[in-house]
């Protein structure tokens, strides 16, 4: 495996081989993103080919010293986050917010201690709800939890704080809590 | 060799203004005229020191050098004979305005040849030299001066008056 | 510190974003808080589930055919790069010869002319041997003792100046030589015979 750093310098001088070995490396994890932010195969693919040519684009503009692939999943999120706010109608942060706090999940604290067996049902409610989640919620959640990036890397691709990052990825793991209790208890049989 | 031009220009000096004496009159005044003739020399030969004058340059100078102290000294003679006048004027009252005013034209128009002649001088002379030896002229051209004043301060007897 | 505070520590920590010294904190609060610790494990559980959890997997044949869009799309946008800066070098060529030009003549210019200027200016630069003399001598002339000291002291310059120098001694052949040059040198360009000595 080359040298990303390597990789970057030729391409950066012209050399159009290297640029697609890059595309070759992140083609897949970038799709990934941006599939689970704009939910269909059709967007997530031309999306992502966007964010390919944008960021062959920006070649020239791209300091050799950053991160490409923060950099890479920095124009994937830009793309996706401003495509989806044209194309879709939003749920706003406190709309989520006043969502989650009337629920009512009526369980008990001493049915808590438990293990979680992974059961069908769990994993679709697992989908179902990060997938309603407001775009930057889901965008940050995405890059940190699924992308493996640090809260660092992940503030730097969104352009916020890393401060914000640990708040929103906390409060996604708290709203995830709160959906889910009902079908760990179901899971939790016997 | 540079030696044979110094002695040479020293005589050339020498005999130049002798020639120009010989037919003057003989007059007290001579040993002032002597004076700018030793100044004169005096400075060629310290000017030709300081610049370190090659052979070729002392040969190309000291020509146009002599020329222009003829001039400047006639120019000079002529400028201390209105000055003397103008002195007189004061002194007698009675002078008319336009009698000041045509002296002081007649001054200044000495002064103004006796410096542009300087300036011609001047001029030839620094296409001749390197900017080393321009800058070296500068600096000799204000001690020499300078050097004049001190010899006439440290001649003057204590109790001499010089304003 | 309130078990929500726990709480997002245990986000932290998943993420690998705990601040050390936390980790200890956090582990002792886990061993006595029940409520974390069943909290802690859900969110373990999501993320190892989640990690690298793909959700629309394509084909290989779908991601060659990616690729040479890919491709086809960056020459594409190369080729036209070229050609723009192409284009520009062009549109602007003119106008940069034309100003190298102006500049080359006017450093030539700039280097030339002060030459003249430089010498103009020196004169009134330096002090003017002139002045000097001409306050000089209006002091000297009224002391005829004064101007003889300063020309006795002039003369014993000169000849100071003169020895100083090991001044080599010229043949009498060359004083021959010299003397008929000294002759034939040109007085006539002043006005000598009017020469007044009286200053």
């Known amino acids: ?190 | 060799m540079k030696r044979y031009y110094l002695v040479l220009s020293i005589i050339l000096i020498f005999f130049g203004l002798s020639i120009s004496y010989m037919n003057a009159q003989q007059n007290h005044p001579q040993m002032r005229g002597k004076i700018r003739e030793n100044i004169f020399t005096l400075r060629a030969l310290r000017m030709t020191q300081e610049l370190e004058l090659t052979e070729q340059q002392t040969a190309l100078i000291f020509p146009e050098l002599n020329r222009a102290e003829k001039e400047k000294a006639e120019l000079q003679r002529n400028l201390a004979k209105e000055i003397k006048e103008l002195r007189g004027m004061i002194k007698e009252e009675k002078t008319p305005p336009d009698q000041y005013e045509a002296k002081i034209a007649q001054i200044n128009q000495l002064r103004i040849k006796i410096r542009e002649r300087e300036e011609v001088f001047e001029k030839f002379l620094f296409e001749q030299l390197t900017p080393l030896q321009k800058a070296k002229y500068i600096i000799f051209n204000v001690d020499f001066n300078a050097n004049l004043m001190m010899r006439m301060r440290r001649e003057a007897q204590p109790g001499q008056k010089i304003k | 510190m309130s078990c929500e505070k726990y709480q997002k520590m245990i986000s932290d920590w998943l993420d690998g974003n705990l601040k050390t010294g936390q980790e200890k904190k956090l582990i002792l609060h886990l061993s006595q808080c029940d409520e974390c610790q069943s909290y802690f494990e859900f969110q373990r559980y999501v993320k190892q589930e989640l990690v690298g959890k793909a959700v629309a997997d394509n084909s290989e044949e779908w991601w060659a055919e990616f690729e040479k869009r890919v491709k086809g799309s960056i020459v594409h946008i190369s080729q036209e790069k070229e050609k723009k800066e192409k284009e520009r070098f062009w549109k602007y060529a003119p106008a940069l010869v034309g100003g190298l030009a102006v500049l080359f003549v006017l450093v030539v210019l700039v280097l030339r002319l002060p030459v003249k200027d430089e010498t103009e200016q020196l004169v009134a630069t330096t002090l003017s041997y002139e002045d000097t003399y001409l306050g000089l001598n209006q002091v000297i002339q009224k002391d005829e003792n004064l101007a003889q000291k300063i020309d006795d002291e002039l003369e014993k310059s000169i000849t100071e100046e003169i020895n100083n120098g090991s001044l080599e001694r010229i043949s009498p052949e060359e004083y021959n030589y010299y003397e008929q040059e000294i002759n034939e040198y040109p007085t006539n360009n002043f006005h000598s015979e009017n020469i007044s000595l009286e200053e």
């Not at chain 1, 409610?125 to 939890?145: G, Q, R």
């Open chain 1, 1 to 190: 495996m080359e040298d990303e750093r390597q990789l970057v310098r030729r391409a950066k001088n012209g050399d159009l081989e290297a640029f697609m070995v890059l595309v070759k490396r992140y083609e897949k994890p970038i799709y990934q993103l941006i599939y689970r932010l704009a939910g269909n195969r059709e967007d997530a693919a031309d999306l992502t080919q966007e964010t390919m040519l944008r960021a062959f684009k920006g070649l020239s503009e791209f300091r050799e010293k950053a991160s490409f692939h923060t950099w890479l999943h920095r124009i994937a999120v830009n793309l996706s986050l401003n495509f989806l706010k044209k194309n879709r109608l939003q749920r706003n942060q406190l709309e989520y917010l006043d969502q989650r706090i009337n629920e009512d999940t009526g369980l008990s604290t001493d049915m808590m201690a438990e293990t979680w067996p992974a059961t069908e049902e769990l994993k679709k409610k697992l989908d179902e709800a990060l997938n309603e989640l407001p775009l930057i919620y889901k965008a940050t959640f995405s890059l940190v939890v699924f992308q493996g990036m640090s809260h660092r890397e992940a503030a730097e691709a969104l352009g916020c704080s890393e401060g914000t990052v640990s708040w929103r990825i906390h409060e996604v793991r708290k709203m995830l809590r709160e959906k889910l209790k009902p079908f760990v208890n179901q899971g939790r049989g016997n």
